[in-house]
């Protein structure tokens, strides 16, 4: 039953979308998989935006939050219930961030999938109206190269046969780390974008943490453990996967710039600043 549903309404749609592109853009798998890509962002927008509007009444409240935890900072119990009266008037869900991180799961599980078994040769789910579309019904055949990669191939299976340092499996490793570097700016991109220079306040021992403050603790943590797991799976997955994430990276950062202009431009205008003070205490401080 679960399977019947995660084929006819997840996994078989996108694997024809795939198809599709790849006949569009020249028979070239990477950049199908691009254009899904891209093609994902633009269906998560709406959720996108909802959680950047959601940030921005979040930082609307920080005046009146930091009133409360001045009256009640004898009182935890009491200033709980305070903060959770002013996250209901937001409507803030300390687990909102839930409603776009779990789509993409999701979409990126099937897409696994769809890559394993379109880099395999098992088309098994195309449409007939696709293939009569595309290959005037014969059997399909998928040309996997794209730039230096067989997407078909991944970092370990070069290794094992040529060597780590090999010539044939280094390109693979650097479209690996490219994927956790790729991954860990967009993180901070992100974090720049949403806190701009400031810092939250480290809490004090013994006192409990808000949900924002929660929620802002555990970004951080994410940030900086994603990219090495994501080396981790990229140097065993096929490259195809590993593209996918790289472009992936690259489109959140236009998204948040898209959907907060006024907030990406302050946030760029902080991080120059932030890099200019960096340069300068570097060259004031003695070698």
């Not at 001045?70 to 008037?89: M, R, V």
């Not at 802002?216 to 940030?223: A, L, N, Q």
């Not at 890099?275 to 300068?280: A, F, I, V, W």
């Amino acid at each position: 039953m679960f399977s019947t549903i995660w084929n006819n309404i997840i996994y078989y749609p996108i694997l024809n979308l795939l198809i599709v592109f790849y006949d569009l853009l020249f028979n070239n798998l990477g950049l199908a998989i691009i254009a899904i890509a891209i093609l994902i962002r633009l269906v998560l927008i709406p959720l996108m935006k909802k959680q950047t509007e959601m940030t921005k009444k979040m930082s609307s409240l920080k005046p009146q939050m930091d009133a409360l935890q001045k009256k009640y900072k004898n009182n935890p119990e009491k200033l709980s219930q305070e903060q959770i009266k002013l996250y209901k008037k937001v409507g803030y869900n300390p687990l909102g961030c839930l409603v776009t991180f779990v789509p993409q799961l999701i979409i990126l599980s099937v897409l696994i999938q769809v890559i394993r078994n379109v880099t395999t040769g098992d088309l098994n789910g195309i449409y007939p109206f696709v293939s009569n579309l595309l290959n005037n019904g014969a059997s399909l055949t998928i040309n996997t190269n794209f730039i230096v990669w067989d997407l078909t191939k991944s970092f370990n299976d070069l290794s094992s046969e040529f060597g780590n340092f090999s010539v044939e499996a280094l390109p693979y490793l650097g479209l690996s780390v490219l994927v956790g570097v790729s991954q860990y700016f967009a993180s901070k991109f992100t974090q720049v974008m949403q806190e701009g220079l400031s810092q939250p306040e480290e809490p004090k021992k013994g006192k409990e943490l808000s949900p924002e403050d929660m929620t802002k603790k555990m970004t951080k943590s994410f940030s900086l453990i994603l990219p090495f797991t994501t080396i981790f799976i990229a140097i065993s997955a096929p490259a195809a996967l590993s593209l996918y994430w790289a472009v992936q990276s690259f489109l959140l950062v236009i998204q948040y710039m898209s959907l907060d202009w006024d907030k990406t431009e302050k946030g760029i205008q902080n991080l120059f600043t932030k890099l200019r003070k960096n340069k300068e205490k570097s060259k004031k401080s003695p070698k």
